[in-house]
């Protein structure tokens, strides 16, 4: 009945549902029209005639399709769908699939073309799986099904969900499956699964049911309209799938095979003894109320050094910088392209001036500004530094030079330093001073602690300057509690971890050595050297960078930035790579090779 998928079900049953414009049961239809089967029988229930009549007659000659009716469906489970076709059983070897599963064809064919005869697909436990779930031994017999009441988070390394995809043989049915189902049914009801008669014969007989675990295989079963989501952007066709994972912004937790070098963060912080912590202290955390804002200031300024009356929290930078440009900008503001984009999506165009440096690498100096903006009618000045994406970055002494400059022609500097820490002597790069920021009020700096500190979940950035009516004025534009309690009490024990950070930001800089080099050994990409996490690539040949960056995730689940869809790109075959650890980067290394 599909209950959990709202509206999508009010009038049909699971399998009809759409994902991309093609409904489940002609999507798997299609595929067992290629097996060579005997038959195919399906157990119909709810809203069974819109099933049937959508099906018609349209495979007649490829498969031989039988319809068996639960007419109780409403008060059973699928043991008792099951045990309505127990004499189909025992006439043929037997697939055995559940409706509302999308998967690709490959999947069927392992399971058949497997030399073992009672076998169920099974794949390494995830986070979005639910259901039941095994245990296998080193030789892949089902040692145990795993009920949700005995589900055990501590054991999660070894558990595979079955992907309710199982080949029966005739004599194993006849002998074991279909007599444990009926005397299962007598003792238990007809309100249960047919997995419980598959756990109590492996309890007997290890033997009986072996499991075939996938490795890259897409699979995923719809229960609700996330899932829906979710199996949209796995099954997409190949031209819109980066696309529907760009739009996403993010949440890519819920795809773990993929390889993210899109986003932005330190891969070697936090380390393992502060996540110990934070997990230490989850429940007090979850059920208590954050601090307010004048809390998180004073956590704010002690996190970074600085009064806490020059400091404002938000929930993450963006939150921040929302404000900052849409209640305290007025005038026309000068920006360097290309550049992070959320700057500049939050004014009107009219109101940008663009400065985008004319050479290949995008590199440019404090001079360059300083030349470029030096008539043009401007409020304020936005810097990132360094810039994302080119990396570009300029030191501090020319930044306060460009300081200088700016509060001679009255204009406000926004410097956004969120990547500022990746930097080679990262530690005296930080205009988070507490004598800069009073001897400059007109100077904001803006910092997300996502980037170098690898804690995006927790969204959390500052906002910072000498003005402190200033950041009096965007601490009441946000919410009194815009933080929750996670990022809360990370802020408090940060300065426990400090000397763990500063290390973890040394392991950086030598990973990004490690790691441009071996990018320079690309035939095919220009790497432009980088003080940031990441590199900007130029695709020289081969291909464009939309043809690159759509190969990488097509074969190998490997999210890069096309930057040539970016303002200031003008088309132009540019990629972003982040720079994550040696495992992850070897692996990108290795498939780059490999094209």
């Not at 295989?217 to 819109?240: G, M, S, T």
């Not at 400091?311 to 939150?319: L, Q």
Request: charge should be negative; include cysteine; hydrophobic fraction near 35%.
């Amino acid at each position: 009945m599909g209950k959990r998928l709202g509206e999508l079900t009010k009038e049909n049953t699971k399998c009809m549902i759409e994902v991309n414009g093609k409904k489940l049961i002609d999507r798997m239809l299609l595929q067992l029209s290629d097996l060579g089967l005997e038959r195919v029988v399906i157990v119909v229930g709810y809203q069974s005639e819109n099933l049937i009549e959508h099906i018609g007659n349209r495979y007649e000659g490829k498969l031989r399709i039988e319809y068996i009716h639960n007419p109780i469906y409403d008060r059973t489970n699928n043991i008792y769908s099951l045990a309505l076709a127990k004499e189909k059983l025992i006439k043929d070897d037997t697939l055995l699939l559940e409706s509302d599963l999308i998967f690709e064809e490959r999947m069927l064919r392992l399971i058949l073309q497997n030399p073992y005869p009672n076998l169920a697909l099974v794949a390494s436990y995830e986070t979005w799986m639910d259901g039941t779930m095994v245990r296998i031994d080193e030789e892949n017999n089902i040692v145990s099904f795993v009920p949700k009441k005995a589900f055990n988070y501590s054991d999660v390394p070894y558990y595979y969900k079955t992907c309710n995809i199982y080949k029966f043989s005739r004599e194993f049915s006849t002998n074991q499956y279909v007599p444990f189902l009926e005397a299962y049914s007598r003792a238990m009801g007809n309100n249960e699964y047919y997995e419980q008669v598959l756990r109590v014969i492996t309890a007997l007989d290890k033997s009986a049911l072996k499991a075939l675990p996938i490795s890259d295989e897409k699979w995923y079963e719809i229960d609700d309209v996330q899932d829906k989501d979710i199996a949209e952007v796995l099954f997409a066709e190949d031209c819109e799938q980066l696309h529907k994972y760009q739009k996403r912004y993010g949440g890519y937790w819920r795809f773990p095979q993929l390889k993210d070098f899109c986003y932005l963060v330190n891969p070697f912080f936090p380390t393992a003894r502060m996540r110990d912590e934070l997990r230490a202290n989850f429940d007090a955390l979850l059920t208590e109320y954050p601090s307010g804002m004048g809390v998180n200031s004073l956590l704010g300024g002690k996190y970074f050094g600085i009064r806490p009356e020059y400091v404002c929290v938000g929930n993450g930078a963006s939150e921040l910088i929302k404000s900052l440009v849409e209640n305290h900008f007025e005038g026309r503001v000068g920006m360097v392209f290309p550049t992070f984009e959320e700057y500049p999506n939050r004014m009107p165009a009219e109101r940008i001036v663009k400065y985008i440096p004319s050479n290949p690498d995008f590199r440019y100096t404090s001079n360059d500004i300083k030349e470029f903006f030096a008539d043009k009618d401007l409020k304020a000045l936005l810097l990132i530094n360094p810039d994302n994406p080119s990396g570009n970055f300029i030191p501090k002494e020319d930044l306060m030079d460009l300081l200088t400059w700016a509060e001679g022609n009255s204009l406000a500097l926004v410097v956004d330093e969120s990547f500022v820490d990746f930097t080679e002597d990262y530690r005296g790069n930080s205009l988070l001073c507490n004598d800069i920021l009073e001897q400059h009020p007109s100077m904001l700096v803006v910092k997300s602690i996502s980037k170098s500190y690898g804690v995006p979940g927790l969204r959390l950035g500052i906002i910072a300057s000498g003005d402190t009516e200033l950041i009096a004025s965007i601490q009441k534009d946000v919410a009194i509690w815009n933080i929750n309690s996670f990022a809360e009490f990370y802020m408090q024990i940060f300065n426990k971890y400090e000397k763990d950070y500063y290390a973890a930001c040394e392991k950086f800089v030598a990973e990004r050595n490690l790691f441009y080099s071996e990018l320079k050994e690309i035939p095919y990409l220009r790497v432009i050297p980088s003080q940031a996490n990441y590199y900007l690539c130029e695709v020289t040949d081969r291909y464009s960078s939309q043809e690159l960056t759509d190969l990488l995730l097509r074969r190998f689940n490997i999210l890069v930035k096309d930057c040539g869809t970016k303002s200031a790109f003008t088309g132009r075959n540019y990629i972003r790579i982040a720079v994550r650890d040696r495992k992850d980067n070897a692996f990108l290394i290795e498939k780059l090779k490999e094209l």
